[in-house]
């Protein structure tokens, strides 16, 4: 899930496994979610998207969830690989207001 | 491919020093943004921009302030350098979905 205060949520996977990430949004009327991947010294680079009138939507090897009811977004990787390794931040919006970001969770993937 | 190029991936001013932070899109996007990403905080909207000539405060606009004086370019001004903007700063472009730069590393000294 999102952090609170100063340390990012860590989630350890063994390479091959599949990776779950989560995330509670805020804003009940967000209409659009993304979730990005930043890699150590880069900027935040777009995975997947989903927009709210979808409740999955699928890419290569991820998958994005989308539950409205209890406002929660999450990431499926499939047979993790070391290159997964990031930190991955949802983000949400409506309309044409900028994107509010998570505080992200830190993917370790264990070779 | 969108591409946000960020004038400098890393940068080391003095405290009380003007410093401008670049950033041009290839997309023609009308929205702009800047970020700035600190550990555990995420990232905080600064300033954005959705046209030339127009300029938003985001959460943190204190201390900055922005130029958007051609549609591609958006540029970041710390009008006096200080420590507690150490940081990494992040621009984007796009309407719903926003395309980022690599990220401008700022140490403030």
């Known amino acids: 899930g999102e952090s609170v205060g100063l340390h990012l949520p860590t989630l350890s996977v063994q390479e091959g496994d599949n990776s779950i990430i989560n995330c509670a949004y805020s804003?009940?009327?967000?209409?659009?979610f993304i979730w990005y991947k930043q890699e150590s010294g880069k900027g935040p680079q777009f995975i997947i998207d989903i927009r709210s009138n979808m409740d999955k939507r699928q890419g290569q090897r991820v998958t994005v969830l989308l539950n409205k009811t209890v406002k929660h977004l999450s990431l499926q990787i499939a047979a993790t690989q070391p290159g997964d390794s990031a930190v991955y931040f949802c983000?949400?919006?409506?309309?044409?207001?900028?994107?509010?970001f998570g505080k992200g969770t830190r993917l370790s993937v264990i070779a | 491919d969108v591409k946000v190029t960020q004038s400098s991936r890393y940068l080391v001013k003095r405290t009380g020093e003007k410093v401008f932070l670049e950033c041009v899109q290839d997309m023609d996007h009308e929205n702009m943004f800047w970020y700035r990403q600190d550990p555990g905080l995420g990232l905080r909207l600064i300033y954005f921009s959705y046209d030339v000539k127009m300029k938003e405060k985001g959460d943190i606009p204190e201390g900055y302030s922005v130029s958007r004086e051609k549609k591609e370019r958006f540029s970041l001004i710390l009008e006096s350098a200080s420590t507690n903007q150490t940081s990494m700063y992040l621009c984007?472009?796009?309407?719903?979905?926003?395309?980022f730069g690599q990220g401008t590393r700022l140490t403030v000294v």
């Open positions: 804003n009940s009327a967000s209409d659009y």
């Open positions: 983000a949400e919006n409506t309309g044409n207001t900028p994107l509010v």
């Open positions: 984007a472009s796009g309407t719903q979905l926003a395309f």
